[in-house]
C-alpha cells in the first residue's frame, strides 16, 4: 500500500484527527505483515497531535522493530524525519516507564509489600 500524504492529508500532517483516519487506513494492512509505504512529497508540516493519531496508535499494536521494517516513508524531509524519529523514541520510552511502573506495582503488591 501506498500513502501519498499530500493527497490524503494535505501539506500539513498536523491534526490528530488526520493521525488518527490514517492508522485506521494503515492498521489492516500492517495486521497481514504488509510494507506500507508513506509518500511526504508536498508535506510542509508534521506535528506531534498527527503522529500521536497514527505512529502513536499503530506503537500500541506493534513494536518499534516491526514499524521501522514495514512503515516505509519516501521522500522525507530530514527535519520531518527527526520530528518523526524524536516522537518514536519519545513514545518509546513512556512506554517503558509505563511497563517499569506496573511491574513494581506488581511486585509489591504480590510480596504484599504494598501500602495497606
Do not use: W
Not at 505483515?33 to 502513536?56: H, I, N, R, W
Amino acid at each position: 500500500m501506498e500513502i501519498k500524504l499530500k493527497e490524503d492529508i494535505g501539506t500539513r500532517c498536523i491534526a490528530l484527527d488526520d493521525g488518527i483516519r490514517l492508522y485506521e487506513k494503515i492498521l489492516p494492512e500492517l495486521k497481514t505483515k504488509q510494507p506500507v509505504y508513506m509518500d511526504f512529497t508536498g508535506v510542509e508540516a508534521v506535528f506531534s497531535p498527527f503522529l500521536m493519531g497514527c505512529v502513536g496508535r499503530l506503537l500500541d499494536h506493534f513494536e518499534k522493530e516491526f514499524l521501522m521494517e514495514h512503515l516505509m516513508l519516501r521522500n522525507i524531509q530530514p527535519e520531518h524525519l527527526k520530528t518523526v524519529n524524536e516522537f518514536i523514541d519519545r513514545a518509546e520510552q513512556r512506554l517503558t516507564e509505563k511497563t517499569d511502573l506496573e511491574s513494581m506495582k506488581e511486585f509489591f503488591e504480590e510480596d504484599e509489600l504494598g501500602d495497606i
